[in-house]
């Protein structure tokens, strides 16, 4: 199947032989989707310059039975500004999708979703609140996501308790689990999170990101890493 002018976004490229990449792409209409990008390397048509992660693009591609062949593809607009520790956040991103998502599934919702993260990773203040919002969306888009209002007997979570999490049924609380003020605040698109909740909430997400992925995040090791070199 011929699809012409899909929005894309790169999320990883790897070189293949000597003048092509392989190619892990966010579609809308396709989802997660492996291409081929052949000759790409050689200067073909500028592909090289504009197959790069953050940069929305309009592509064409022939569907295979394991990789798409990429035909041809054009910037849909600007590239979204991410350096420093916001390319590396928007990397952390690309990854997730990529452990998270399995291929060949529609995904308009999340391909809208990321973008917007782009947009906000490239000027909100809070990179990890960013972060930790896609994540949560993610789940909920794939349908993964627990009340994060209400327990499994349907109370209003309570700031000043914590809870663990009991698979596919909801939350409990637990002295020994996740603060309800961090998971309050998680479910609160207008919340202003502390420092102490935001690495709550990272916990309490990995926890539910966990079982649905695809292999463990190389990211999470690498952070786990700078943060013992630190503390040496």
Same mark, same amino acid.
């Given at each position: 199947?011929?699809?012409? *002018?899909?929005?894309? $976004?790169?999320?990883?490229?790897?070189?293949y032989? #000597?003048? =092509?990449?392989l190619?892990e792409?966010?579609? &809308?209409? $396709?989802g997660?989707?492996?291409?081929?990008?052949?000759?790409?390397?050689g200067?073909?048509?500028g592909?090289?310059?504009l197959?790069? &992660?953050f940069? /929305?693009?309009l592509?064409?591609?022939?569907?295979?039975?394991?990789?798409?062949? +990429?035909?041809?593809a054009?910037?849909?607009?600007?590239?979204y =500004?991410? %350096?420093g520790?916001?390319s %590396?956040?928007? +990397?952390?991103?690309?990854?997730?999708?990529?452990?998270?998502?399995?291929?060949g599934? /529609?995904?308009?919702?999340?391909f809208?979703?990321?973008?917007? *993260?782009l947009s906000?990773?490239?000027?909100? &203040?809070d990179?990890?609140?960013?972060?930790?919002? $896609?994540?949560? @969306?993610?789940?909920?888009?794939?349908?993964?996501?627990? @009340? %994060?209002?209400?327990d499994?007997?349907?109370t209003?979570? @309570?700031?000043?308790?914590?809870?663990?999490?009991?698979?596919?049924?909801?939350l409990v609380?637990? #002295?020994?689990?996740?603060?309800?003020a961090?998971?309050?605040?998680?479910?609160?698109?207008?919340a202003? &999170?502390? /420092?102490?909740?935001?690495?709550?909430?990272?916990?309490?997400?990995?926890?539910?990101?966990l079982p649905?992925m695809s *292999?463990?995040?190389?990211?999470w090791?690498?952070?786990?890493a700078?943060?013992?070199?630190?503390?040496?």
């Amino acid at each position: 199947m011929r699809v012409v *002018a899909q929005a894309l $976004f790169v999320l990883h490229r790897r070189p293949y032989s #000597e003048t =092509s990449f392989l190619i892990e792409a966010l579609t &809308p209409d $396709f989802g997660r989707i492996g291409l081929i990008a052949r000759g790409a390397r050689g200067g073909k048509r500028g592909l090289a310059a504009l197959l790069q &992660p953050f940069q /929305p693009l309009l592509a064409d591609f022939v569907h295979g039975p394991e990789l798409a062949r +990429l035909s041809a593809a054009e910037a849909a607009s600007a590239s979204y =500004s991410l %350096l420093g520790e916001r390319s %590396l956040a928007g +990397l952390y991103l690309n990854e997730l999708l990529v452990k998270l998502l399995p291929r060949g599934e /529609p995904a308009a919702t999340l391909f809208a979703r990321y973008a917007q *993260a782009l947009s906000d990773l490239s000027t909100a &203040p809070d990179i990890a609140w960013q972060l930790r919002r $896609f994540e949560r @969306d993610a789940l909920g888009e794939m349908g993964w996501l627990i @009340d %994060l209002l209400r327990d499994i007997d349907g109370t209003t979570i @309570d700031v000043a308790a914590h809870y663990r999490i009991v698979p596919e049924l909801g939350l409990v609380r637990d #002295e020994r689990g996740w603060s309800g003020a961090a998971i309050a605040a998680l479910g609160n698109d207008h919340a202003i &999170p502390t /420092p102490a909740q935001l690495t709550q909430m990272r916990g309490f997400l990995r926890e539910l990101l966990l079982p649905h992925m695809s *292999a463990p995040m190389v990211a999470w090791g690498m952070v786990a890493a700078l943060r013992e070199l630190g503390g040496k």
